[in-house]
Nanobody, 119 residues
Framework: QVQLVESGGGLVQPGGSLRLSCAAS????????MGWYRQAPAKQRELVAT???????NYADSVKGRFTISRDNAKNTVYLQMNSLKPEDTAVYYC?????????????WGQGTQVTVSS
């Protein structure tokens, strides 16, 4: 089993910045892809950004140029630096991690952290 602990959400004014963190813990696993998704009220969960084991990144068009995903493999942690935040970025942000253990693939989700962009 893998546990994910997210942190860094909160209330910020438009144009501001926040940094989300998600730390994975457990045993006997290899982390493959890591990513962030978000879900706004009355909307489906959507991809924000992902990063592969080798550091290849992918972003939703709506956040390109404003958000940066990164990972620290030594700490099993993924980050999301969010700059130039807009009210439409308001959502619950979920960490997503894909791991392998004994050649089997597993996917885990964090508990979610609220990001509110409002003046």
């Amino acid at each position: 089993q893998v546990q994910l602990v997210e942190s860094g959400g909160g209330l910020v004014q438009p144009g501001g910045s926040l940094r989300l963190s998600c730390a994975a813990s457990g045993s006997m696993f290899i982390i493959r892809n890591m990513g962030w998704y978000r879900q706004a009220p009355a909307k489906q969960r959507e991809l924000v950004a992902t990063i592969t084991e080798g550091g290849v990144t992918n972003y939703a068009d709506s956040v390109k140029g404003r958000f940066t995903i990164s990972r620290d493999n030594a700490k099993n942690t993924v980050y999301l630096q969010m700059n130039s935040l807009k009210p439409e970025d308001t959502a619950v942000y979920y960490c997503n991690v894909v791991v392998t253990r004994l050649s089997l693939r597993y996917e885990y989700w964090g508990q979610g952290t609220q990001v509110t962009v409002s003046s």
